[in-house]
Every structure is written in C-alpha cells, then in structure tokens.
C-alpha cells in the first residue's frame, strides 16, 4: 500500500516510547486514528486491545488500510509478576489486532523483540529458532507465531533495546541511567554481560513507514547498525551530554542487579537486519549516530537542573 492523504492508518498502544515517533511519523502523511489505554495525549483516544469488541468497533467504524500494534506491557519484572495480564496483553492482544485486521482486510504490524531469543549464542538473524525464557518475551513470541499462522498481508518487525520517547515517556535504560545522573548520582553501576542492539525509536518508525509501502510482508528483524553491552551505551551517553568528567560508571556483573531485574534475560540480544538487508531496504542506522540526536532531548533537563 501506499501510503497518502486518504489512507487511514488505526495504531493501539501509541501512548508510549514507540508510539510517539510512529505518530510523528504518519500523522502528517496520512488519517491516523491513535489509541492506548494510557492517554498521556490530546490526540489518543481510549483502546484496549484486550476488548476484542470495543477494539473491534472503533476499527470497523474507522475502516483502517493499516493497524499497527504497539500496545504491550513491557517492564520485565512486572510481568514476570504479573503474568496473566501479560498473557491477555501481549499475546491475546496481538491475536486480537490480528483478527480485526483479516475481518477489515487491513495491513497488519505486530511489533516483536529481541528479547524472544535465549542468548546463548551471540548473533541472531531473522531465521534462528526464537527460545524465549521470560513471561514478557513468551507472550511477545506467541503473538509473532499467531499473526503468521493467520494472516499474509503483515510485518512482524523484531526491535532490539528501544531508546526513544525521551525523558517523559522513556521506559528504558537510558532513562534509567539519565533519572540517576538528574539525582546527582556521581557514579554509575552498569552491566557489561548483557549485549544487545539499540533501536532508537525515530529511525525505527521511518523505517517502518518505508517498508510498508513496498508490501514486502513478512518477519524482520529491524534493529540499529552496530551492536554492544549496557555498559557501551551508557559510556556513549555520558559522553554525548559532555559529563565523561563528572561521572564515572563502575563495571558490575548482572548479578549486581538480581534482586531489582529478576526478570531472566538473555546474555545476548544482537539481532541481524539479515532480511532487510537482503532485499535492500534496511534504512536503520548507527546507534551511535542515532544517540546523538536522542541526546538533544535530554540536555534541557540538565540545563534546568544546574
Ligand atoms: N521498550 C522496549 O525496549 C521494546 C523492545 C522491543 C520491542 N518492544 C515492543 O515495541 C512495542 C512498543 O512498545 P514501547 O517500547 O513503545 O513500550 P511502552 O512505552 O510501554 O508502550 C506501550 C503502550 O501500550 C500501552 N498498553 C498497555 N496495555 C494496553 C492495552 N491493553 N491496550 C492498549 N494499550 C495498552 C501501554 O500503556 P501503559 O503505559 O499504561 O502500560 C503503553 O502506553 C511493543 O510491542 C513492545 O513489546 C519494546
């Protein structure tokens, strides 16, 4: 599909990290309805894609050419915690969303991660066999299999450690080392045993609103160039707010952390945009690159802060 004024594009979970830069992305191009069960936005409305009616009704009155899914429950401890509305979310919800997109003919996007992977190898292309070991990422996995086994007109698009939304709406790891360095934390304590691949949120959206117009459906992994430890990203971005003097990080172990990150997590989560790559339409680029411009957001916190 092409993407113009007059094609009408239904997004759920588009109050989070992701959802802002995909708004951003497709709003000016497009009729974008936006949804979440969180309205931290003038321009959400309330879905819950565990409503399979109420979803379904908004949907059918709004006739959507795309659906994109982005509705998750993404912290690992709470659902390892908490794993039946981890199921009814992340799972059933991708059912769900699958579901109306063949009942209304629509495109469909299902965001997966990965985080679906047991990291014990390092790298892992779009065609290694997923293992997942927590609630989060079996819930995730099960909405990739589902939307396969019914739909041919998809993408599932495999992200990797999502930095993005910046400091209101940032879940994630940088975030979480940016609250600490705000608090006047001197040193840090990051982890250098767990490897990964960033996906800045911007970049990912471009992408996305790339690659569904040239209706190459199917499975990607879709992560930033370059892959690295927690402890490189945190280094880069301390670097990058110009505070290498006034912060140190301190190596630790992930068993530093075990009691705060119980949730398992796999020692790598390197994806490879092997797919992309393959039929040239790979537009992510470097995560370093790609901080660079995250950073920007971060820097007037600072400046109020001093
Ligand atoms: N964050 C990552 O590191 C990461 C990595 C790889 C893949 N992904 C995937 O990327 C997608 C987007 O996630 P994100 O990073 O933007 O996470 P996010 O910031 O947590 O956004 C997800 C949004 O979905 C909402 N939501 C939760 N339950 C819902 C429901 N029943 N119906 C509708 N909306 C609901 C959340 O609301 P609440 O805030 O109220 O829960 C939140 O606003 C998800 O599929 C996620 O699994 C994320």
């Not at 099960?142 to 939304?165: D, H, K, Q, S």
């Amino acid at each position: 599909m092409g993407i113009s004024k007059n094609k009408k594009v239904f997004i759920t979970g588009c109050g989070g990290m992701l959802g802002k830069a995909v708004y951003e992305k497709f709003s000016p191009h497009c009729k974008v309805l936006a949804t979440d069960i969180d309205l931290n936005e003038p321009w959400l409305e309330y879905g819950d894609v565990i409503d399979f009616q109420g979803i379904l009704e908004m949907a059918r009155k709004f006739k959507p050419d795309l659906i994109i899914n982005l509705a998750a429950l993404t912290d690992l401890e709470y659902c390892e915690r908490n794993p039946e509305i981890t199921w009814k979310t992340n799972a059933l919800g991708a059912e769900n969303m699958a579901l109306i997109s063949k009942k209304l003919n629509a495109t469909y996007i299902y965001i997966s991660t990965a985080g679906i992977f047991d990291g014990k190898q390092e790298y892992y292309s779009d065609f290694e066999q997923p293992n997942p070991i927590s609630v989060y990422a079996k819930a995730k996995y099960y909405g990739e299999t589902v939307v396969e086994r019914m739909l041919e007109n998809y993408f599932i698009f495999r992200a990797g450690w999502m930095m993005g939304g910046g400091y209101e709406k940032d879940k994630k790891f940088i975030n979480k080392i940016f609250k600490q360095i705000l608090s006047g934390k001197k040193e840090l304590f990051v982890v250098n045993d767990k490897l990964g691949t960033p996906t800045y949120t911007v970049n990912f959206a471009e992408a996305m609103f790339a690659i569904v117009q040239t209706e190459l459906f199917g499975l990607y992994n879709m992560v930033c160039e370059g892959s690295c430890s927690r402890y490189d990203v945190a280094l880069e971005f301390i670097k990058l707010l110009g505070l290498k003097k006034e912060i140190s990080i301190k190596v630790v172990g992930s068993d530093f952390y075990k009691n705060e990150y119980f949730a398992p997590r796999p020692d790598s989560e390197k994806l490879l945009n092997l797919k992309l790559s393959a039929r040239g339409i790979n537009f992510m680029k470097d995560w370093k690159n790609c901080l660079k411009d995250y950073v920007e957001c971060f820097k007037p916190y600072l400046e109020n802060s001093s």
